[in-house]
Structures are given as structure tokens and as C-alpha cells.
């Protein structure tokens, strides 16, 4: 991660505390793509995720709410806005939200892994928004209340490096 982009635990934290829906811009209704597996693990911790996506708008739902085709569509109150799409769509959709942030109640814009827009960073926190970018709600809540330990994270069972090979007089027989 850019060690530019620190926010403290405690931010992530009151963030993730307050926040009770959250209007998730680029939901997938396809269960292999991330977003949809973020989406259902925050509905599981009793978010309410409204999908943003225009191409399965018209009148499809994703993971049981109907999907909305822009921020403007989405039923307020809702307090955070989740940027599951590229950081050149974060812009618009950052400006989109400033524009609504009153009529909706948008207090967090929150910036998916791999997504940092620092000009969408500024006009949002001029406008009085929190931002948070190049993170994962999902992967924050998890650490945040341990639940990463639960999957074998921290505790040597879930590893990314490659086994060591045994020596010859490891190996049996």
C-alpha cells in the first residue's frame, strides 16, 4: 500500500461503526467478481448495500436490493459511498456524490484497493466528506474485529509463501 495513504485504525474504525448502508458504485450481480463477494460480506455483518451499476438496473436486483443505475437513484439515507470501479471513473462518481451528499446523507467516500484519485480526494474533503482510498471495507472489518485470524491469517496456517521442501532425513522411510 502507498505509505502516503495512512489512516489510523481508529478513523477506519468510527467509519466502519457509523456507517449503516452503503451504496456500493460497480456491484457485480456476478458472484466471482470481488465486488460481489464484498458486498455480501458486509451485508452478512449487517450493512445494507445498495448495488450502483447501470447495466443490471433495469429492475434486477443483486444479492436481494435492487440495483440502482446512479447515485441519484439510490433511497436515502446512506452514508457511505463504496468506489468499486477504476480510479478514472472515482472522479465522477466523488463529484456525483458532492452534488448529492445533502439529499442523501453521504458522509464517506471510500475508495476500493487499487483505486486512489487525490483530485476526487480533495474536492470530496472540501465538500466536507471523509475519504478513504486504496482500502477494502471487507478486509478493514475483518482486521479490525479479528476476523482474519479466523481463516488462518496471523496464526501460521494460511501462508502465501511456498512450503519448504523437507531435508532427507526429514522424509519417512
Do not use: H
Request: contains cysteine; aromatic residues 8%.
Amino acid at each position: 500500500m502507498d505509505s502516503t495513504l495512512r489512516y489510523s485504525d481508529a478513523l477506519i474504525a468510527g467509519i466502519l461503526r457509523r456507517v449503516r448502508t452503503i451504496a456500493m458504485v460497480g456491484a457485480s450481480p456476478n458472484w466471482k467478481r470481488p465486488s460481489n463477494f464484498a458486498m455480501k460480506y458486509l451485508q452478512q455483518k449487517g450493512y445494507r448495500v445498495i448495488p450502483v451499476n447501470p447495466r443490471a438496473a433495469a429492475g434486477a436486483s443483486i444479492l436481494g436490493e435492487r440495483a440502482c443505475a446512479s447515485l441519484a437513484e439510490v433511497p436515502a439515507p446512506v452514508e457511505m459511498v463504496d468506489v468499486f470501479r477504476g480510479s478514472e471513473a472515482a472522479l465522477e462518481t466523488t463529484r456525483e456524490a458532492i452534488r448529492l451528499r445533502l439529499e442523501k446523507g453521504f458522509e464517506v467516500v471510500w475508495m476500493q484497493l487499487g483505486v486512489r484519485n487525490d483530485e476526487a480526494a480533495a474536492e470530496a474533503e472540501a465538500a466536507g466528506l471523509t475519504v478513504i482510498m486504496n482500502r477494502c471495507p471487507k478486509i478493514e472489518y475483518g482486521r479490525l474485529w479479528g476476523e482474519l485470524g479466523w481463516g488462518g491469517f496471523d496464526r501460521g496456517v494460511i501462508s502465501s509463501r511456498w512450503p519448504r521442501p523437507a531435508k532427507r532425513d526429514e522424509r519417512s522411510g
